[in-house]
């Protein structure tokens, strides 16, 4: 596609439930990114891919999130066991290269709820 | 460690008038600068940056940004306002050393522009 493809644009899920958040970067994007932008916060890092490298997660708030990338393309955070705090816009974004000199492109994002 | 202030959380500005969304930062080298808009229900989009060279940056739809480096500043501009405009604005930085995943965001200056 011509953008980052995120889905579903909206998820609303219990408390307890986990959930599963999709990113479809640029084609040919090497490095994958995804943000967690909660009300009235800047953006959060949460979790870097590049290449085949192992990924950063530094970013991760709990072990209750994970992220995988298949095959240097798609990825998915997967957030077990849901609090209301993870209730939050979830990014994704890619870019060419690692570097400031190739722009972030992000996704629409995921509204996460959690009731 | 690096942070980014955009004091104002609104700015208000009138059609055709000039705008500036402000932004100061404080890292312990020298930084690259970024500003992004964001509009309802969208992701991030790049208007410009700050990597080396000439202190004023020209970017996208007519916005440009100066980087002071002794004011540790990097307010965005614009000559004249759009309606079009309003929109939530992020600025950000990183060190050339880190990647988009040491990047920190401001948090967000909504920007309103009245008929």
């Known amino acids: 596609g011509a953008g980052v493809s995120q889905s579903p644009s909206n998820k609303v899920t219990e408390k307890g439930k986990d959930v599963e958040l999709r990113c479809d970067p640029i084609?040919?994007?090497?490095?994958l990114y995804w943000y967690r932008q909660s009300l009235g916060q800047g953006l959060e890092f949460l979790i870097y891919?590049?290449?085949?490298?192992?990924?950063?997660k530094s970013g991760l708030p709990s072990d209750r999130f994970s992220a995988e990338r298949t095959g240097g393309s798609v990825s998915t955070l997967t957030i077990q066991r849901t609090q209301q705090e993870d209730s939050a816009v979830y990014l994704c974004?890619?870019?060419?290269?690692?570097?400031?000199?190739?722009?972030?492109?992000f996704g629409n994002g995921t509204r996460l709820t959690v009731t | 460690a690096q942070s980014v202030a955009q004091p104002e959380d609104q700015v208000n500005v009138a059609e055709g008038n000039p705008l500036t969304v402000k932004c100061t930062y404080s890292?312990?080298?020298?930084?690259?600068l970024f500003w992004y808009v964001q509009y309802p229900n969208r992701g991030l989009q790049f208007l410009l940056k700050?990597?080396?060279?000439?202190?004023l940056v020209k970017g996208s739809y007519g916005f440009e940004a100066e980087f002071n480096k002794s004011q540790t500043s990097f307010h965005l501009k614009k000559p004249s306002a759009l309606v079009s405009d309003s929109a939530l604005y992020f600025c950000?930085?990183?060190?050339?050393?880190?990647?988009?995943?040491?990047?920190?965001f401001g948090t967000g200056t909504k920007l309103q522009v009245i008929p």
């Open positions: 890292v312990s080298g020298n930084p690259y």
């Open positions: 700050y990597i080396t060279g000439d202190n």
């Open positions: 974004a890619s870019s060419l290269g690692q570097g400031p000199n190739s722009p972030l492109h």
């Open positions: 950000a930085v990183i060190l050339p050393e880190g990647g988009y995943q040491k990047v920190t």
């Open positions: 084609s040919g994007h090497t490095a």
């Open positions: 891919f590049q290449g085949n490298s192992a990924p950063d």
